[in-house]
């Protein structure tokens, strides 16, 4: 066996942001836990999945487009763009395709920040905000949140000299709450022209209240915005990872600049082509979604227990105690939910929504847990 000697501290080679982040840690795959448990059966509420599966159109095209798995990809995403473009009326030329949106959030960070400026965003914000930010060595100004949401005061009060870039995301992860039309409105009128605003939209589809503000309505007065957007989410294309998103052409153009070429598979962009056209399927996930919601929320009443109103595919349950001993037992249970200390939520678990027997067999091992005395530990 050859030995390979590692002549130099290669830590110290990797840039300061990389050497003081930690990988993101995903939600529990299935398989581990049936592994490390031998368990036949198990419920995963942990990463706000659509629980009907892939769209039929979109596993058909997907599976088509796999003939031509040894050609390499449209660089370009022709279709999809044409296709995109037609639903919500803007130009081809204003989209940037991603490998699902984080790839679109990491490309934004990459163009526009460096050691010498900095990007704000909200406490209890999507954690790869932070990531993107400190891997390019740019500084995080990170503004106390308000009612677990967004203070858009603060975030406008929050830009210095030195900001590129804010980053927004509506509704939040992992919080689920949203901001309404006017303040965003509001918020946009303050912030300098030469700073990006990111309006992080993955779960846009099932924000189903009035005043919601469709982010891309704001292009046309603010060419300092980036809307992004994902199949993951409501359009059941998590695994396939893809995402995008709209901006000016003149930003577009210049995240395409950093883009890696064929970051997006044949079948990843015939599946979300497909998809599109399957409004029974989009509908279908957002009854499913809003039931599930309801479900959940009227067991956490009946539990006793508090939670952060949602409007995304998912709610935060606070939980009396430590969540993480919660969190270990539901997986003995067969359950895997997301616990969020890392968000610096340390008593809450963020939960999916799923199919009603899905959501039932977590309330049901929930209460259990609470009639064993685990809730009170």
Known sequence: ???IRVACDVFALANVGVQGLHPYQPGKPIEELQRELGLDSVVKLASNENPLGPSPLAMAAAQTALKQSHLYPDASGF???KKLAAKLAVHENQFTLGNGSNDVLDLI???????GSSAVFSQYAFIVY???VQAVGARAIVTPAKNWGHDLDAMAAAIEADTKVVFIANPNNPTGNYLGREALSAFLAKVPEHVIVVLDEAYVEF???????NGLTFLGDYPNIIVTRTFSKAY???GLRIGYGVSSPQIADLLNRVRAPFNVSIPAMSAAVAVL????YLTRSQQVNSAGMLQLCSGFDALGLAYIPSVGNFVAVELPCDAMPVYQALLKEGVIVRPVGVYQMPKHLRVSIGLEHENARFLCALQKLKSEGVLDQ
């Open 236 to 238: 059941g294309l998590a």
């Open 207 to 213: 924000a189903g209240v009035d005043d919601f503000p």
């Open 79 to 81: 279709e999809l763009k």
């Open 109 to 115: 960070a990459r163009t526009f920040l460096s050691a």
């Open 277 to 280: 056209d399957d409004q029974d």
């Open 1 to 3: 066996m050859r030995v």
């Open 130 to 132: 932070p990531i993107a």
